[in-house]
């Protein structure tokens, strides 16, 4: 079993940048593909990065192409998720997710998840 911990949401002004942590123990942490998934109020719950067990794989949604970056220290077990050029329309709950091996985009695909951080981002 793999907990998963995140840090690092706020508030921010349109335009700005934040960069969400997100600490995994309980596991080997390196046998895990990771994402990073944001629901907001009245919205299904969508993936916004994954990355694969090494790094050398990512996957971003048109929505966040360019301005999203996931990397991931497996000496250090966190993932993180670098938010850019930040919009209004970001704003959400982000959640952590954990699953074993192989990289996938669709919730239900992950067994494991964090508590979720707050996102608001002000126009």
């Known amino acids: 079993q793999v907990q998963l911990v995140e840090s690092g949401g706020g508030l921010v002004q349109a335009g700005g940048s934040l960069r969400l942590s997100c600490a995994a123990s309980?596991?080997?942490?390196?046998?895990?593909?990771m994402a990073w998934f944001r629901q907001a109020p009245g919205k299904e719950r969508e993936c916004v990065a994954a990355?694969?067990?090494?790094?050398?794989?990512?996957h971003y949604p048109d929505s966040v192409k360019g301005r999203f970056t996931i990397s991931r220290d497996n000496a250090k077990n966190v993932v993180y998720l670098q938010m850019n050029s930040l919009k209004p329309e970001d704003t959400a709950v982000y959640y952590c997710?954990?699953?074993?091996?192989?990289?996938?985009?669709?919730?239900?695909?992950?067994?494991?998840w964090g508590q979720g951080t707050q996102v608001t981002v002000s126009s």
């Open positions: 990355i694969d067990l090494t790094g050398a794989s990512t």
């Open positions: 309980g596991g080997i942490f390196s046998r895990y593909a």
């Open positions: 997710a954990a699953r074993r091996l192989i990289l996938a985009t669709m919730s239900s695909n992950y067994p494991y």
